[in-house]
């Protein structure tokens, strides 16, 4: 049986990345502004001068929209400039201005533009822009005709029209899950796939960034629109650019966070690729190490055939240094990581226990963060499961049963996890050498009462097992 079915009963993979994408989503909006200057094209070398002072007046836009509606090429190149400086100041672009002028179509034609590339560029470099604002005005240029001639000049602009289209489409595919879904269903991986031959590093961190945002999001992507991608991205986490292998390994992350089986693990993240990952987890930059290490949480959560060769190739030697990592995200996907690891049967807990992480888990289940100390315990409940009495024994001796009861607490953990402490501390009495010697340390450890709350528990499966725990398997003379 796979790793992810004897996950099902007391944790769903689904339940349990609810919780992460929920994460992801306060990571984004914690560096919005960051990613923001990030996805729009502002052009330091460039003076606006009298063309943003020109363009910003709103009789001085509309003029500007009546010369692209011209027929003159030059006189378009001139304004189209003017258009793009003005979307290009670094605050405050008027871009609700721009769109309520109604300029989208006539950028479209120029992208259409096949004898002029410079008009074809400049028109990609405006929608660039305009497709980096709030998610109103990024909603309206993807309900444009922009998105599919963005895609065609993929296929047949010039490198600097290509890379400048490429940007575009990232920026819409990064708004929100209608958008990338959009920009999916036009086909857009096809052509993307072309740019890899590319011997520029921006088209090549514009493609991974673009990629990036079309396996992202939620609800994620059908992953069939995004996986003839990831021969690719799978490349890319052999690049010598930091920023490539950082795009490539959070595309990973984002596909197999949404993956539901073993087989659409390994599509996404094939066995070599799982070995270059455990090698990333050793990089320098933390921007490669984090996704990396999302990546083989994910891949864990698979069948033992996955775990196993993950483990030859010395995961664990650097889950030490991960669980004592100053950032909180870090610890708790370790700690995600090392409950899928723990689940995948005795044989696994038992390295867990000789790398000495027990420990580690226990001090971040009693006094770490919440959300690690929340991970720390559902890692600890996850070995506590395993159906071998003497890696039980041996997490009893570790002194385990304290902190899965600290968590045993309808006020802090959710249902998922309070079924996993309750099952485990059932193993562990099923293990037991003797009558009573595990269920007296554990009503010692305090359990009965935390039990007894949880019989008023929202959630019936919780109540359920709470009751047949305390009429079952706590004696009433401890």
Not at 181 to 195: A, C, K, N, R, T
Not at 397 to 425: E, F, Y
């Amino acid at each position: 049986m796979s790793k992810a079915r004897t996950l099902k009963a007391e944790c769903t993979p689904e339940e349990a990345r609810q919780q992460r994408v929920r994460h992801d989503v306060e990571l984004r909006k914690s560096k919005k502004s960051s990613r923001l200057r990030k996805l729009r094209h502002i052009d330091p070398d460039e003076d606006a001068g009298e063309g943003v002072s020109s363009c910003s007046d709103p009789g001085a836009l509309m003029n500007i929209v009546a010369v692209l509606a011209s027929s003159d090429p030059n006189a378009q190149a001139a304004a189209v400039v003017a258009l793009r400086r003005t979307l290009s100041t670094k605050e405050a672009p008027p871009i609700d201005a721009v769109l309520a002028s109604g300029v989208l179509p006539h950028l479209v034609t120029l992208l259409k533009a096949r004898d002029r590339p410079d008009l074809q560029f400049e028109s990609a470099w405006a929608l660039t822009n305009l497709a980096a604002g709030t998610t109103e005005q990024t909603e309206l240029v993807a309900a444009s005709e922009a998105p599919y001639a963005l895609v065609e000049l993929l296929r047949f602009g010039t490198e600097d029209c290509k890379e400048q289209a490429l940007w575009a489409l990232g920026n819409l595919a990064g708004e929100n899950a209608r958008c990338r879904d959009h920009v999916l269903g036009l086909s857009v991986i096809e052509p993307m796939l072309q740019l890899a031959q590319s011997t520029r590093v921006s088209m090549l961190r514009n493609m991974t960034r673009t990629l990036l945002n079309l396996a992202r999001g939620t609800p994620p992507p059908a992953l069939e629109l995004v996986v003839p991608a990831v021969p690719l991205v799978q490349q890319l986490t052999y690049a010598q650019d930091e920023d490539l292998v950082s795009d490539a390994c959070w595309t990973l992350a984002c596909l197999t966070d949404n993956c539901r089986t073993a087989p659409e693990l390994q599509a996404v993240v094939s066995p070599p690729t799982a070995l270059r990952l455990v090698e990333l987890l050793g990089h320098l930059d933390i921007a490669v190490r984090a996704p990396a290490l999302r990546s083989l949480g994910n891949v864990c959560t698979g069948d033992v055939s996955q775990v196993l060769p993950l483990l030859d190739a010395g995961l664990m030697r650097f889950m030490d240094q991960y669980l004592r990592s100053s950032k909180k995200e870090v610890r708790v996907d370790t700690c995600y990581l090392l409950t899928a690891v723990a689940s995948a049967g005795p044989a696994e807990v038992k390295v867990i226990v000789e790398t000495n992480l027990v420990p580690l888990l226990l001090s971040l289940a009693h006094s770490g963060d919440f959300e690690s100390g929340r991970e720390a315990a559902c890692c600890l409940a996850a070995a506590g499961r395993a159906k071998d009495a003497s890696v039980i024994a041996t997490l009893i001796s570790l002194n385990i049963i304290p902190a899965l009861v600290l968590w045993l607490d309808g006020t802090r953990a959710d249902s998922r996890l309070l079924l996993m402490l309750i099952s485990s501390l059932y193993n562990m009495i099923k293990h037991e050498p003797s009558p009573n010697a595990h269920a007296n340390l554990i009503q010692l450890a305090g359990c009965r009462p935390r039990m007894e709350q949880l019989l008023d528990h929202e959630n019936v499966r919780v109540s359920q097992a709470a009751g047949v725990f305390v009429d079952k398997h706590i004696p009433d003379d401890v």
